[in-house]
């Protein structure tokens, strides 16, 4: 499967994430993002064989996965969530800005800054619902979102630079990630900690998680790096808050505004051009391809 069609398939199942999350609510971030990557873990299971690397590769994965989700969730509990959501969305631009730094042979040209630029103004339209920098925060808890979008630019760039390393190894970066996410709620719930109980209702929504927007889409994100240039890719990562954005308002009752509407042309604007040496390069392929033959 080409390396765009796999992006833009963990990017339509990452948009599912806010809505399912919804589902979640009143249990602990930390034990919704344990079970749920233990369930994306499990799923994993399949290609168990794979889950043979090196100790580098699995501390690269399990420093990626658990680092970024990690950070994220901290920084939620001590910044306003508008503010963490705008510096999170950081992370498809430092993927593109980032490429030429961790993947050597890699350059950046004016069409791939302007598009990531365009993305990220996107992003923060979405992210912001046009009330950026209304709430101070916490400048340690901006901070941490900060780190978050840069742990998961650099364990994104990471897997094309480790030696190669199978995509079902995804499986046990999730797993062991999911047990220490599981471990660190059970430390910091003091003496008196007790497991959540989920209503069937939450369950159903962390085994979709656990499924979709933390399994599968790990999956496929990993495997559309391996094969594709992860500046376009990076480009492509803008459209995430946007789909998700349209879930909430077809499935959650969100109402469609203009702000989202400009959005749209900010996001697919930018994805476009700094994807479109891509389809370039793929036309003039099959046009070659198609004169030899």
């Known amino acids: 499967m080409p390396a765009i069609v796999l992006a833009l398939v963990a990017i339509a199942i990452w948009s599912s994430l806010a809505l399912l999350s919804t589902a979640t609510f009143g249990l602990p971030p930390l034990f919704t993002t344990g079970i749920a990557l233990v369930i994306g873990g499990l799923v994993g299971l399949v290609r168990l064989r794979d889950w043979k690397v090196s100790l580098v590769t699995f501390a690269v994965g399990l420093g990626g996965i658990f680092g970024y989700h990690a950070l994220l969730f901290a920084a939620f509990s001590l910044a306003p969530p508008v503010e963490v959501n705008i510096l999170n969305y950081l992370w498809p631009l430092l993927i593109v800005v980032l490429s030429p730094l961790v993947l050597p042979g890699l350059g950046l040209s004016p069409r791939h800054v302007a598009g990531a ?39 994104s760039l990471m897997t094309k630079r480790l030696p190669p390393f199978p995509t079902g190894a995804v499986g046990g970066f999730c797993l062991a990630s999911g047990l220490l996410s599981l471990g660190l709620l059970a430390l910091t719930g003091g003496p008196a900690f007790r497991l959540p109980s989920p209503s069937p209702g939450q369950w159903l929504a962390l085994l979709a998680l656990g499924i979709g927007p933390m399994g599968a889409a790990f999956y496929a994100w990993d495997a559309s790096l391996k094969r594709g240039d992860p500046r376009v890719i990076g480009s492509l990562a803008y459209l995430t808050p946007l789909l998700s954005t349209f879930n909430l308002v077809v499935f959650g009752g969100k109402r469609f505004t203009a702000l989202t509407a400009a959005a749209l042309v900010l996001i697919v604007g930018g994805a476009l051009l700094g994807s479109s040496g891509s389809f370039k390069k793929k036309a003039a392929r099959m046009g070659a391809a198609a004169k030899a033959g």
Do not use: H, N
């Not at 630029?117 to 920098?133: H, I």
């Open 117 to 155: 630029f365009l993305g990220l103004a996107g992003a923060v339209l979405v992210a912001s619902g046009g009330e950026a920098g209304q709430g101070g925060g916490s400048l340690i808890g901006l901070g941490l979102a900060a780190t978050a979008a840069l742990v998961w630019a650099l364990y």
